[in-house]
């Protein structure tokens, strides 16, 4: 089955918190651009597979049917919930960011 996949705005302010870091802080344009490209192709493979991976282990994110998709080639991560036929990714995070906090606080 494919899903139609949902980017919420928050999911949106997200990405473009992490862009605007890259191209402002770390001054890398091309940085940018690959992330972009990452997170369209990982959206392209969501579709597909959104069904297929794993409820999130945290009981509570569990309970509330978020599960979690690595960026292809980069350290981000989608939390996305299916919706009938939809995915719908609610928050994007860097691997390195406390992200179940930020979920639950």
Known sequence: MEYK?????????DL???IDYLVNEKGSIQAAKNVIEDFADTVHCLATVANNLKLCDDPRLKKLGYRR???LRHRYFMMYRIVEDKAIVDNIFHSLQDYESHMLG
Do not use: H, K, P
Request: aromatic share 14%.
């Open 5 to 13: 996949v949902v980017i919420t705005s928050n999911a949106e302010e």
């Open 16 to 18: 473009d918190s992490f």
């Open 69 to 71: 998709i690595n960026f």
